[in-house]
């Protein structure tokens, strides 16, 4: 059975009405910016192609962490993330071509893992992840073949969340990302979030 990334989404930021006796240990956040993934051809028109490099992400995540011990705490967490334009590549099969890529969403849910250090959280993770990208060949008699799919795999990350006032922090994000079918794909985002 296949999860909705939306409906997962939605279920954790259910927790938020419960808040106030969590000791603000849920978080809520938005987040902008820069995934790199080589997205392959699956219109069948050019085997082996592939197109849109790099492209602006941006999305929301939430969470609830748990102290463990000392400064150690552990948590939950998701995400669902939206691709900007990305780039296209000409004359993949034939002179006059066009083959266009684009992230649809990228959704993940997995642990992390982290230590606070005054005002700072350092953690990493590892989730689930499903990212679903279109491609769009178009032939040199403006023939055009739309195709999309779905990857699923194993993310890994590392980041930090900084507090600047009571309940509200930044944070920095890296996330590298493996799945059958498709090349890795690298992420840096940057994001601010309310705590609970």
């Given amino acids: 059975m296949r999860t909705n990334p939306v409906l997962a989404l939605a279920g954790c ?12 240990n849920v978080h809520v956040d938005v987040q902008a910016g820069y995934d790199h993934m080589d997205m392959p051809d699956q ?12 492209r602006a992400v941006y999305g929301i995540g939430a969470g609830y962490d748990v ?6 705490y552990a948590g939950l967490d998701t995400n669902l993330d939206f691709g900007g334009k990305s780039s296209c590549s000409s004359g993949v099969a034939a002179a006059g071509d066009q ?5 649809r969403n990228d959704w993940d849910i997995g642990a992390r893992v982290g230590v606070r250090a005054g005002a700072a959280r350092i953690y990493g993770r590892v989730a689930y992840d499903r990212t679903s990208y279109a491609t769009t060949y178009t032939d040199p008699l403006a023939n055009v073949t739309y195709a999309r799919s779905t990857a699923d795999g194993l993310r890994l990350g590392a980041g930090v969340e900084y507090d600047v006032m009571p309940g509200i922090y930044t944070k920095a ?6 799945a059958s079918g498709v090349p890795d794909h690298n992420q840096v985002l940057a994001g601010v979030g309310l705590r609970f």
Avoid: F, I
């Fill in 67 to 72: 102290p463990l011990t000392g400064s150690v």
């Fill in 43 to 54: 219109t069948g028109n050019a085997p082996g192609a592939t197109a849109g490099g790099g």
């Fill in 173 to 178: 994000e890296y996330r590298y990302t493996t």
């Fill in 99 to 103: 083959l266009c890529a684009n992230l």
């Fill in 13 to 24: 930021l259910a927790l938020v009405p419960a808040a106030p006796a969590m000791a603000q």
